[in-house]
Nanobody
Framework: QVQLAESGGGSVQAGGSLRLSCAASGYTYLGYSRVCMAWFRQAPGKEREGVAGIDSDGSTMYAGSVEGRYTISKDNAKNTLTLQMNRVKPEDTAMYYC???????????????????WGQGTQVTVAS
């Protein structure tokens, strides 16, 4: 059974930086290297939205609201996923979720339906 565990959330001042991590477990040998991964977020009263995705080749995609500020990376040797958040804004405040796609990823995606496994989330709060 695949499990995802996020860490690294917290409170930060606007303009600062934060680094989120996600540890994936339950994958068979090389299984993790084949899946797409992504970070989503959900603010109170809003729908969950994809912010950054990465495919099995390391190609990435970002939501326009975070492009140039966030960086997603995937370590297939350690089965981890990272989101580096720079120049954060108050509107970045949300619960952030790590998500893993189905077997044999084709292309990075920010669509909820393309992801099978979800973590419990980690809260990010940006103070103005």
């Amino acid at each position: 059974q695949v499990q995802l565990a996020e860490s690294g959330g917290g409170s930060v001042q606007a303009g600062g930086s934060l680094r989120l991590s996600c540890a994936a477990s339950g994958y068979t040998y090389l299984g993790y290297s084949r899946v797409c991964m992504a970070w989503f977020r959900q603010a109170p009263g809003k729908e969950r939205e994809g912010v950054a995705g990465i495919d099995s080749d390391g190609s990435t995609m970002y939501a326009g609201s975070v492009e140039g500020r966030y960086t997603i990376s995937k370590d297939n040797a350690k089965n981890t996923l990272t989101l580096q958040m720079n120049r954060v804004k108050p509107e970045d405040t949300a619960m952030y979720y790590c998500a893993a796609g189905y077997d044999y990823c084709l292309d990075a995606s920010l669509r909820n339906a393309d992801y099978r496994y979800w973590g419990q989330g980690t809260q990010v709060t940006v103070a103005s």
